[in-house]
């Protein structure tokens, strides 16, 4: 196709409308109050928590003062306890996130493209995703090793299921009037692919990237409970053998920011891929 025909079948995909002005200030000011009722909620929950801790109407053994949860978190940071196993952890996740997405996207792909083959391994990829992870990691962890192989491979499991099914779904979904006017264009199998599904299933791709970024973190931190050697998980079964509530808490503060980072990343990304899908604020 040449690129006036290009641009025809897109529709301007590349070219939103952008929002009016006082549209813009209307977004940003509810963004800010919505930023200040957050902060507030977790001022009056952790003011209560601190309350009831003190109190002694809860036995500090089930739920520490917050006070000493940050004093705990602070003094591990600044001695530096805490980076090794997160980065540890970290690694693992993104090396199965990033394998998990090159295959769930390449076989998702194949899939859509082979209706038969989908029907016939698909059941198989259900059945398998259906058994609890709990009792599938020893069993890797067994194959393949206590190191981090072992957890790149659990990562990749937990994460691949949902970039699969999120880029199957995409797939499907197509624009059957700028499909039929590509291919009257004379565009081929391969120009409706890359100019119309391929972009359609982005929204789509990218809901699956976000489940699955934060099932990463989960994910090695489960082959760490039961194994795996290394990473925050294993620091925080340790904390936890010790009895140092505050130390198990902090390391979930240090997992609540982590998963809040990756959120916000994804999301960042899926603005600069998806920018066309957006909906006026």
């Not at 934060?214 to 990473?231: C, H, M, Q, S």
Request: glycine share 10%; net charge positive.
């Amino acid at each position: 196709m040449t690129n006036e025909m290009t641009s025809t079948i897109t529709g301007g995909l590349g070219n939103p409308t952008a929002p009016e002005p006082g549209e813009q200030v209307m977004s940003h000011s509810a963004k800010w109050v919505n930023a200040g009722l957050s902060v507030l909620l977790l001022i009056v929950a952790l003011s209560i928590l601190e309350a009831v801790s003190r109190s002694g109407l809860v036995s500090i053994l089930l739920v520490p003062p917050p006070s000493s949860i940050f004093t705990t978190l602070w003094g591990g940071l600044l001695a530096g306890i805490y980076w090794a196993p997160l980065l540890d952890s970290l690694g693992a996740g993104l090396a199965g996130f990033l394998i998990a997405s090159l295959l769930g996207f390449t076989i998702g792909g194949l899939l859509a493209s082979l209706p038969r083959l989908e029907r016939i391994i698909f059941p198989y990829v259900v059945a398998f995703q259906s058994t609890p992870m709990i009792a599938i990691a020893p069993l890797i962890i067994i194959w393949v090793g206590f190191g981090i192989q072992s957890k790149i491979v659990v990562v990749a499991v937990v994460c691949f299921f949902p970039i699969l099914v999120n880029t199957l779904q995409g797939l499907r979904l197509r624009d059957r009037d700028r499909q039929e006017l590509a291919i009257a264009l004379g565009a081929s199998r391969w120009q409706v692919f890359r100019y119309i599904r391929l972009p359609g299933s982005m929204p789509y791709v990218f809901a699956g990237l976000h489940v699955s970024a934060i099932f990463a973190l989960i994910g090695a931190i489960v082959a760490e409970f039961v194994g795996a050697r290394g990473g925050i998980g294993t620091m925080m079964n340790e904390q936890r053998a010790l009895f140092n509530v505050p130390g198990v808490f902090a390391i979930l503060i240090i997992l609540m920011i982590v998963g809040l980072t990756v959120n916000l990343l994804m999301k960042a990304l899926e603005k600069r891929v998806t920018f066309w899908s957006r909906e006026k604020n």
